[in-house]
């Protein structure tokens, strides 16, 4: 239970591994020019503790072992069916930017999502299941910035 909370109890780790699920995210630059604002050292210590916990496995790239690709375990597999549930809840009471049209697809076929996530998963394919929406599209805040999607 402790490393439950203590893994997600911050929006980085969700954002993390929602990001490695639905938008095919893998390296550290991926998730540094997502868009989420991460600072690096949050990220490294989320990225850590993600290993640490089971939940994300580091692996150097076949053509460059210098380059390091994060990418889930079957235990963060495991979590699809939350996060989905997550992602359809935060687009509906939220401003997430999200096309209505592509979470009612999600809503209506909830299996159907979860497979083609799994399937994507164990062929390696890092094809986003979400695309990424257009950041000209996300709600502004007071600053003008974009408004993130948690």
């Given at each position: 239970?402790?490393i439950?909370?203590?893994i997600?109890?911050?929006?980085w780790?969700?954002?993390?591994v929602?990001?490695?699920?639905?938008?095919?995210?893998?390296?550290?630059?991926?998730?540094?020019?997502s868009?989420e604002?991460i600072?690096?050292?949050i990220?490294?210590?989320?990225?850590?503790?993600?290993?640490?916990?089971?939940?994300?496995?580091r692996?150097?790239?076949?053509s460059?072992?210098?380059?390091v690709?994060?990418r889930?375990?079957?235990?963060?597999?495991?979590l699809?069916?939350?996060l989905?549930?997550?992602?359809?809840?935060?687009?509906?009471?939220?401003?997430?930017?999200a096309?209505?049209?592509v979470?009612?697809?999600?809503?209506?076929?909830?299996?159907?999502?979860?497979?083609?996530t799994?399937?994507?998963w164990e062929v390696?394919?890092r094809?986003?299941?979400?695309?990424r929406?257009?950041?000209?599209?996300r709600?502004?805040?007071?600053?003008?910035?974009?408004?993130?999607?948690?």
């Amino acid at each position: 239970m402790s490393i439950s909370l203590e893994i997600f109890g911050d929006r980085w780790s969700l954002l993390v591994v929602r990001d490695m699920m639905v938008r095919g995210l893998a390296t550290f630059k991926d998730f540094q020019e997502s868009g989420e604002d991460i600072a690096t050292n949050i990220l490294a210590d989320r990225l850590e503790r993600l290993t640490d916990a089971g939940i994300v496995t580091r692996e150097s790239e076949v053509s460059d072992r210098r380059r390091v690709n994060y990418r889930l375990t079957e235990k963060g597999m495991d979590l699809a069916p939350v996060l989905l549930e997550l992602l359809i809840w935060g687009a509906r009471h939220e401003a997430t930017g999200a096309p209505c049209a592509v979470i009612d697809q999600m809503e209506q076929n909830r299996a159907a999502v979860l497979d083609e996530t799994r399937r994507r998963w164990e062929v390696r394919d890092r094809t986003p299941i979400l695309p990424r929406f257009d950041e000209a599209a996300r709600p502004r805040n007071a600053t003008g910035r974009a408004r993130r999607s948690h």
